[in-house]
């Protein structure tokens, strides 16, 4: 449960880092 949470709140985290660069890039 822990392993699989932290997974996908990294995925999380990636994606949202990756949206907010793009963003702040436009």
Request: proline share 0%; charged share 10%; glycine share 4%.
């Amino acid at each position: 449960m822990s392993a699989d949470g932290a997974s996908q709140n990294n995925l999380r985290v990636l994606v949202v880092s990756a949206t907010l660069l793009q963003a702040s890039s436009r």
